[in-house]
């Protein structure tokens, strides 16, 4: 198993725990976060982007399948608004990679694990082509001009799904 943070800054050496600003997470703790390589493209955007994700899960019905994917062959979709575009096409990400040792899994649906301890990154990698790093993942990147629509949809479904930063997202239409 791989774990990595992104981030935009490309000068981290060591990572920190920080009180997480989750309010369904103990305010006394500090974490460091990881996401797993599976679910790496989640966050292979900008940071404040909004975006809906959404891949095929253990329990994804046939139906959900035929609806919410172009082709058998994509597993993994991610969803940004058109405005995002030139900010994606213009962001360089640094995904540091950290041992697995040392972090447990917080969530496994969404790929998420936490360490308490200050953790080093043992590699640090730069991307500078976001949506050509999707693309190698095999993720099928759809740019649309409102989140909203897709965002109430997809909650309905058997996908696992992931919604971010929809604080920035255009308004409803």
């Known amino acids: 198993m791989r774990l990595f943070h992104v981030s935009e800054e490309g000068n981290i050496n060591i990572f920190n ?3 997480p600003e ?20 989640n966050f292979l955007t900008p940071r404040d982007c909004p975006r809906v994700t959404y891949h095929i899960g253990e329990h994804t019905s046939k139906h959900d399948k035929e609806v919410f994917f172009t082709s058998p062959e994509i597993q993994h979709v991610v969803i940004i608004e058109s405005k995002w575009f030139e900010t994606m096409k213009n962001t360089h990400l640094y995904l540091y990679e950290f041992d697995p040792e040392g972090f447990e899994v917080q969530d496994d649906i969404a790929g998420y694990y936490i360490s308490r ?3 080093k990154p043992i590699e640090k990698y ?9 693309l190698k993942r095999n993720v099928e990147l759809r740019i649309i001009k409102n989140l909203w629509d ?11 799904w992931s919604i971010c930063r929809m604080g920035y997202a255009q308004p409803r239409l």
């Open 17 to 19: 725990p920080r009180i």
């Open 22 to 41: 989750r309010e369904d997470l103990d305010k006394n703790v500090g974490l460091v976060w990881a996401i797993d390589e599976k679910h790496l493209p």
């Open 117 to 119: 301890e200050a953790q």
């Open 126 to 134: 730069i991307v500078n082509d976001l949506f050509e790093a999707l």
């Open 150 to 160: 897709i965002s109430d949809k997809i909650k309905t479904t058997t996908l696992n």
